[in-house]
């Protein structure tokens, strides 16, 4: 687990127009050392953006004004250096499927379990850091369709090919097994890939089946 010391200059970033989820999870993250600032809006959130970066954001999907997914869409979210976790409620997991799509690390569904959402945070941010620190060559040689993938469904790539699981691809990005799911899926489509075998082929020797 990431020590205070470590974390007292780490800010988390929360954009729901309900102030009862900003004060929830900011009494979950501040008693374990972050700082916490909470956005009623989307612009709020964006302007505040512009000259801070956080560690992480938690982004509502339903808010007035700019939903969360236009708020993606404004922060180009695919190339955005924090974490973006989608808050929704259970009938808004297709729409949460999209966010993904649009750029959001992963999402987290309501109702929410504090020693879960710390734990799912603690892993994105060690992913980050292991991301940061890494050379990038699991999948860099070029291939058809190479070009088409965000980042991160080119480092879902480089699970997928090294033979490992939804699961332990996502414990090893920090996401979901779901999410991981999702981007396999997108990945697939992108490239033309029939199967996970179709797509290792695609990706090792630049030929479809």
Known sequence: MIGRAQKS?????????????RDALAVVFELEGYK?????????????????QP?????????????????????NADHYPAPIFIISGQGDIPMAVTAIKFGAF????????????????????EAQARREGA???????????RELLTPR????????TAGASNKE???????????IEVHRARIMEKLGARNAA??????????HG
């Open 9 to 21: 200059d780490q800010a988390i970033y929360i954009v729901d127009d309900d102030p009862a989820v």
């Open 36 to 52: 916490v600032s909470g956005y009623e809006t989307g612009d709020a959130f964006l302007e505040a953006a512009k000259s801070h």
């Open 55 to 75: 560690a992480c954001v938690f982004l509502d999907v339903h808010m007035p004004g700019r939903s969360g997914l236009d708020i993606l869409k404004a922060l």
């Open 106 to 125: 992963d999402f987290i569904e309501k109702p929410f379990d504090a020693d879960h959402i710390v734990q799912r945070v603690h892993e994105a941010l």
């Open 135 to 145: 050379d990038h060559k699991s999948v860099a040689h070029d291939f058809p369709g």
């Open 153 to 160: 469904e080119i480092e879902v790539l480089g699970q997928i």
């Open 169 to 179: 691809a996502g414990r090893h990005l920090g996401i979901s097994p779901r999410t």
């Open 198 to 207: 179709d797509l290792v082929r695609i990706v090792l020797t630049g030929e």
